[in-house]
């Protein structure tokens, strides 16, 4: 079988976005635009995969870590001096190298694949990955001959009246012979509206050569955007969103509202979960059977076990368990652990906390930095005062405990098992199992005194 290696060209400012980061990296649907076609084209099973890069690049590094090589392009001269960059590694190879646009985040793993065996099937030295755009505004133009064959593409500003009109575009992707690839780039010059070295010339170089070039006609035009700007950005999200959305619903997930439900392309979720609308689910979620999110909740980060329902709630980098109740309006915050059967409820903050099984915060509530033991009823209104501006401390609740209403408990601090805290307590010390602890003052009545109390004042 024919080889099969990947250059991804990702070096370009993006100066079209007006942003200080880095063009490849704006997220699509949480995930920079790069590590999308990273993904999807080593998909396809490659035997090297060359990334381009730009100065100020350590965080496209960082994105796609050891799943590719980098070769720095030092000035931007055009996306065929781009690829020149790859050469010292590249060009001993014999196979197909497919060079995409790191600013093409829809493409899929099934396009690409279609694209090498039809490149490879044809024995074509060059095939273009084209689309028919109902707007091409911007995108090199693909021109034929008389007998249909493409002849060279041409680049929206050096394009003619009539050449303007065409509305095959050059989505940016291309296999190539290897060896052909960097032959022909040799003899690309800039001599063009932009002064750059354009990639898209080698079309007409090799056919000059009579070498055999062809066009792979993508039937989906939505794939192929190229995202130059923050409107397009906006529309590659749009067409991500449905598109994860719609594999979702496939797998048995009820989405009420696509249009307005983001989910991350790296979570994961079971069949038979309810997503309402206004829901973010983010990160390296999993979202097991049953579930019910939302509506307007973001998740991220967070496994949420069967049967568990969350609404209008935030939670992060946390675990959820079985049939556990959140919200509406809960905030779970970083390492938080809640067990099978709890209820969080509405205005409770938990933050690296442990929450045994069947334990309750029904309202008003900051638990943090807590170990809270199963069957627990927190009251209304408690506070772990975990904190002394310095130094965190940990509170810790055992099992059966009771918590009456708007009590602090000032850490560190054990309530032993099976012990009951009188309301508006506030706890210092340990309490021992098995107990009640009453920290408050005690209650005196004065009869009679609120009389004698108004009828001093309107003397005065
Ligand atoms: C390019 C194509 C155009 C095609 C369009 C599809 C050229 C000359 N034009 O135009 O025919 O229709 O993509 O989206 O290739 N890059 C570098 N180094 C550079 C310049 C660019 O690495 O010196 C990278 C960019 O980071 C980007 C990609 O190459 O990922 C494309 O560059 P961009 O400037 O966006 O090209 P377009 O004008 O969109
Ligand atoms: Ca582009």
Do not use: W
Not at 231 to 260: C, F, W, Y
Not at 367 to 395: H, M
Not at 406 to 427: D, M
């Amino acid at each position: 079988m024919t080889k099969r290696y990947a250059i991804i060209l990702a070096a370009g400012q993006g100066t079209r976005m007006k942003s200080k980061l880095y063009k490849v990296l704006h997220p699509v649907l949480g995930k920079p635009m790069v590590q999308h076609v990273l993904e999807q084209v080593s998909a396809v099973g490659l035997e090297e995969v060359v990334t381009v890069v730009g100065f100020g690049s350590d965080k496209v590094k960082e994105y796609l870590g050891d799943n590719t090589k980098f070769v720095l392009q030092e000035e931007q001269l055009g996306t065929g001096h781009a690829v020149i960059q790859a050469e010292e590694l590249m060009k001993d190879k014999k196979g197909t190298t497919i060079v995409v646009c790191g600013d093409t985040p829809l493409i899929t793993k099934e396009t690409f694949q279609q694209l090498f065996d039809h490149h490879e099937k044809e024995g074509s030295k060059a095939t273009i990955l084209t689309a028919k755009a109902p707007n091409p505004f911007g995108y090199g133009r693909v021109i034929r001959n008389a007998h249909n064959e493409v002849e060279r593409i041409v680049e929206h500003k050096d394009a003619t009246h009539e050449e303007l009109l065409v509305d095959e575009i050059n989505t940016g992707t291309y296999c190539f012979d290897n060896e052909a690839l960097f032959e022909a780039l040799k003899e690309v010059s800039n001599d063009n509206s932009q002064g750059e070295y354009y990639l898209p010339d080698v079309i007409e170089i090799l056919k000059n050569k009579s070498e055999k070039v062809s066009a792979f006609l993508s039937s989906n035009f939505d794939e192929t955007l190229g995202v130059n700007d923050r409107v397009a950005l906006a529309q590659a999200e749009k067409t991500m969103k449905l598109r994860i959305n719609e594999q979702h619903m496939r797998n048995g997930v009820s989405i009420i509202d696509p249009e307005n439900t983001y989910i991350h392309s790296d979570v994961v979720i079971e069949s038979d979960v309810v997503i309402y609308p206004g829901t973010i689910i983010s990160g390296k979620s999993i979202i097991h059977e049953h579930a019910i999110i939302g509506p307007n909740t973001e998740v991220s980060n967070c496994e949420v076990g069967a049967h568990t329902v969350i609404k209008q709630s935030v939670a992060t980098d946390s675990r959820i368990g079985e049939r556990v109740n959140v919200g509406p309006y809960a905030h779970i915050r970083p390492d938080a652990n809640i067990g099978d059967e709890a209820k969080i409820g509405n205005f409770v903050e938990i933050k690296k906390a442990e929450l045994g099984k069947g334990s309750k915060v029904s309202h008003l509530s900051y638990i943090g930095d807590a170990k809270v033991g199963s069957n627990v009823n927190i009251g209304c209104g408690t506070i772990t005062v975990n904190y002394d501006g310095k130094n965190k401390y940990l509170t810790t609740i055992e099992d059966d405990s009771f918590i009456g209403c708007n009590s602090n408990l000032i850490a560190p601090v054990t309530i032993g098992k099976g012990s009951y805290v009188a309301a508006g307590s506030t706890i210092t010390k340990n309490v021992p199992e098995d107990s009640l602890s009453v920290a408050r003052a005690r209650q005196t009545n004065k009869e009679g005194y609120a009389s004698r109390l108004k009828k001093r004042l309107e003397d005065k």
